[in-house]
């Protein structure tokens, strides 16, 4: 069994229970529970930027994470106590895919598309432009032209599609082509001494699906989508990592897989003996 675990869990609508479906009372608690014991880092990965992720944590009374992965991917902090620590070996890994362009210069590209609005600026940074898009935009053609516009500036990119559920508004991500949540994971696990057998990721949407369907032990919580579901069950059993991928259903500690819920549920399926060590703080 592991003597330590790097713990990594999306936020929104993974651990904050800021979805539709109700939340099981006691989940959070017994989720920092667990994240207390000494032996498990943990790490929050999530498309918010930084002043976000604080408010998340204050709001929702998380625990204090060791690193947060935030930006979609794109930065990387240490944290300790209050005191957050940008990572420029990780900017500097991700940086040559852009090749020097700016992201300001990537945005004067797509200054036609009307499709197209650009997010505050708070939501950009040096490897990040990001643009909110309406539901009934023409999705695939939107971004065949991005991409054609991208490749011939010499740029590699990933565009990264995801819906802020609440504001009925979609939401596209320019980033550099590796500065993924899953090459984010696994650089941040090799430079702290974690192997794959020793990580545990948790997600629910559709960017967490490189994540999902990989080597990495993962957990997608109950309340996802089943358009998510089926994506993610599809493509690990391609990638032949089906038995890397736990489905939280509910029933554990009689909770019902919602959000932090299933994270536990899925911790207690691939690592059982860290749930024992929690003992009286996983148990109602």
Known sequence: MSKHLLLCTDLDRTLLPNGEQPESAAARKHFSALAQLPEI?????????????????????????????????????????????????WENEIDNDWSGISWQRLRDLFRDLPELRLQETSKQNTHKLSFYVPLDADREALLAVMQIRLAEQGV???????????????????????????????????????????????????????????????????????EVREAAQAQAATAGHADALYIAEGGFLGMNGNYSAGILEGMAHFYPGFVERAGDGLRA
């Open 156 to 226: 590699r990119a990933s565009l990264t599609w995801s819906i802020d559920e609440p504001a009925a508004i979609g939401l596209l991500d320019v980033l550099p082509a590796c500065a993924t949540k899953l090459h984010a994971i696994e650089f941040l696990a090799t430079q702290t001494g974690f192997n794959v057998t020793e990580t545990l990721f948790a997600g629910d949407s559709g960017n967490d699906l490189p994540v999902l369907s990989s080597a990495i032990p993962s957990v997608l919580v109950a309340n996802a989508s089943a």
């Open 41 to 89: 880092t943990l790490a929050y990965v999530t498309g918010r930027h930084r002043a976000l992720v604080e408010d998340a944590i204050y709001n929702y009374r998380l625990p204090q994470p060791d690193y947060a992965i935030t930006d979609v991917g794109t930065r990387i902090y240490h944290i300790t106590q209050d005191d957050w620590q940008p990572w420029p070996r």
